[in-house]
Each structure stands twice: as structure tokens, then as C-alpha cells.
């Protein structure tokens, strides 16, 4: 019995409100959300707090004051924050403010500059272009990376022409270095970039954002181009890449057939009443598993098809944790936890995951 629950856990693996600090686990209405990993990552680095009814209003939109006030906190987490010498010079902000600090040090280190008028109207929703040219600011005031580099990658979203030209090379920047990404509609992807973001979407940027900080990924090669060639190619290369291929209607099928399942099973995880009853060690395999099920659906809600190549790779990390974990239950535990499994889907949906993700249920 162990180890076909072992094989099935694998394989799904697949103002106020900043000023009372909480755990993301405490939170009252983050759990079972497609974002609760990010949620409770952010608000471990203390970025995030909630409100003081214990709620983080994960889909309560993001606004400017919010927005600058959890940068400033990324500063001082990072350890790369200056008190600014002087306070905002905005006529709408008071030093009152919740937000006030986090203004004056934004525009004290030119990563915003306001709205006209004097005014950085901090009680609107951030939008999309808006972060990406924040995070743009934010990357080159506090370090010495060459970001020019990853501009050779123009994007190529529907909406192109919808971007503000002030923020074009800073979207195609975030783009690049993997901190946003589109929406997948039908004909291509678009970037929507003055829809006004979430407070759980931006939990998932900044927490892409840190590590990008700490460590830029490789230089993404514009979509075409051949290595070795003038102009970026990778040293020696030869051969040009060939093009991805379109998926098949089968693989596009699988893939919304996969996204419905892991959908199923966040949705039951979140109704359950049978888990509170459940030793903490099981919670916290479950958690493992809930976070990942949580970062594919995100993941696909930001464009990435999830196809059998990109899950088995990309969750290949939280399979062996889970594994880990998992040799660590009793006997007892083990039975809570299949208790548990049984309940996020039939064994079609069960199957189909076990199937997608690679997994044989004789590991």
C-alpha cells in the first residue's frame, strides 16, 4: 500500500491591508487558492501581511501605495535599502500614509516618478506595464547586471500595440527574465497590459522576482535564431534549432483534460474535513502537493501549455521532497494520507495525472 500511495502522491505533483502581520497558513481565505504557495512565500519574507480580520484578499486588486510598499520591504529583505533624505513630493501623500515610506523611497530611487500633476495616485490599481517598469527600475538602481542583454527578446503578444511605449523595453525585460508572462487566448498570447493586478498575482511576480535578483537566468535566445551565429548564438554551435512543434490536437486535449483534473483536485483539497483531522506530517505532504498542483494552474493561467515534457521537468524538484517526506509517515500516517488522496479525484482523474506525470505506480 505504501508504495502505491507513494506513486500517486509523485505523480500530481504536477491601508489595512498591510499593516497586521500573518502567516499565509493563518490566512482565512488563501487556502486551496491557485496562489497560496507564492502567498505564503511573501508572506515568510514578511512583504505581505493581511488585513485584521485574518484575511490576505488574495483577489482584491493591487494598488500603487500597495505596490511600493512591498518593493521597499524587498529592498530591506535584499539588504539593498536607503532611508530616503527626503519624503515623497507628491501632493497625495501624506506622511501618514501607510504607503508614504515605501512612495518616498520609490521616488527617491527613480523607480516611479508620478502621475502628472504632482500627484503618484496610490489608491489606483497597479497595472501590469506599470510593474514591469517598477521591476525594470528596481533591478537596475540595486544591481550591476546587464539587462540589455535580454532586450535582443522582443515579445510577441497580440496586444503589442496596446503597450505604453514608456513601458515596452521594461515589459520585454520582465518578459525575458521570466518575472510575467502573458495570457493564452485563441489565435496567440496577449499581455493585457493595463489590466490592473491582484495582490495574489503579484505574490507570484515578486516571488519570481528575488531569485532573479539574486541570480539572472541565461539570455533567452530570440525565437529563429541559430546558435553559433553573429549576433548571440552559443560558442561552436552548428545546427540550427528546429521550431517547436504546434501541439496536436490529441496533446491539446491531454493538456486541458490535465488542467481540468489538477483544478478537480485544488477544489476538493479546499473543501475537505476530512484533512484537519489529519496528523500535521500528512498536512504537510499535502501542502508539498497543493503547492505544486497550485503553481501548474498558475502557470497555465499565465500562458505555459503544460505539456508531458514541461510537468515532469518542471516539478521533478517537489517529487523528490514529497518522496522524502513521505518515507517519513507511519503506518498510521500513511493510512491518513491515502484517506486524503482518495478523496481528490476519481481513479480515472487519478490515473490520468499518474500517466501524464511519467510515474508507474511500481516505483
Not at 520591504?73 to 500614509?97: G, H, I, N
Not at 515579445?155 to 513601458?167: C, E, H, V
Request: glycine share 8%; with cysteine.
Amino acid at each position: 500500500m505504501k508504495r502505491f500511495s507513494c506513486g500517486l502522491l509523485a505523480v500530481v505533483m504536477a491601508a489595512g491591508l498591510l499593516t497586521v502581520p500573518a502567516s499565509a497558513v493563518e490566512f482565512s481565505d488563501v487556502q486551496g487558492h491557485w496562489a497560496q504557495s507564492a502567498i505564503q512565500q511573501v508572506t515568510d519574507w514578511e512583504l505581505f501581511t493581511g488585513n485584521d480580520k485574518g484575511e490576505f484578499m488574495p483577489d482584491e486588486t493591487m494598488t500603487r501605495g500597495m505596490f511600493v510598499t512591498v518593493m521597499e520591504r524587498c529592498a530591506k529583505m535584499l539588504d539593498v535599502y536607503q532611508q530616503p533624505e527626503q519624503t515623497a513630493a507628491f501632493t497625495d501623500v501624506q506622511p501618514s500614509d501607510y504607503f508614504a515610506s515605501g512612495a518616498s523611497w520609490a521616488q527617491a530611487n527613480g523607480l516611479v516618478t508620478g502621475v502628472g500633476g504632482g500627484r503618484f495616485a496610490p489608491n489606483d490599481p497597479i497595472t501590469r506595464e506599470q510593474m514591469c517598469v517598477i521591476m525594470d527600475r528596481f533591478l537596475r538602481a540595486f544591481t550591476d547586471y546587464d539587462l540589455d542583454a535580454y532586450l535582443a527578446v522582443q515579445n510577441a503578444f497580440l496586444d503589442k500595440k496596446d503597450i505604453g511605449d514608456y513601458a515596452m523595453q521594461s515589459v520585454d525585460l520582465c518578459v525575458a527574465l521570466g518575472l510575467i508572462q502573458g495570457v493564452s487566448v485563441e489565435g496567440g498570447v496577449v499581455f493585457q497590459p493595463v489590466q490592473p493586478a491582484t495582490r495574489a498575482a503579484v505574490a507570484v511576480i515578486l516571488g519570481r522576482l528575488v531569485p532573479v535578483f539574486k541570480e539572472l537566468p541565461p539570455v533567452p535566445e530570440q525565437p529563429g535564431e541559430g546558435g553559433g551565429t553573429e549576433g548571440g548564438g552559443t560558442e561552436g554551435g552548428g545546427q540550427e534549432p528546429t521550431d517547436p512543434e504546434e501541439p496536436t490536437d490529441q496533446e491539446k486535449a491531454d493538456e486541458a483534460k490535465m488542467a481540468e483534473y489538477l483544478q478537480i483536485m485544488l477544489d476538493n483539497y479546499n473543501n475537505s474535513s476530512y484533512l484537519p483531522t489529519t496528523d500535521q506530517q500528512v498536512q504537510d505532504c499535502m501542502a508539498i502537493l497543493m503547492g505544486a498542483i497550485s503553481d501548474a494552474l498558475v502557470q497555465r493561467q499565465n500562458g505555459q501549455f503544460l505539456d508531458r515534457a514541461f510537468v515532469q521537468e518542471h516539478y521533478a524538484d517537489q517529487i523528490s521532497q514529497l518522496h522524502t517526506e513521505y518515507d517519513k509517515l507511519t503506518e498510521d500516517q500513511l493510512n491518513q494520507i491515502n484517506n486524503v488522496i482518495v478523496r481528490l479525484g476519481d481513479s480515472e482523474q487519478i490515473y490520468f495525472v499518474m500517466d501524464y506525470f511519467g510515474v508507474s505506480m511500481d516505483r
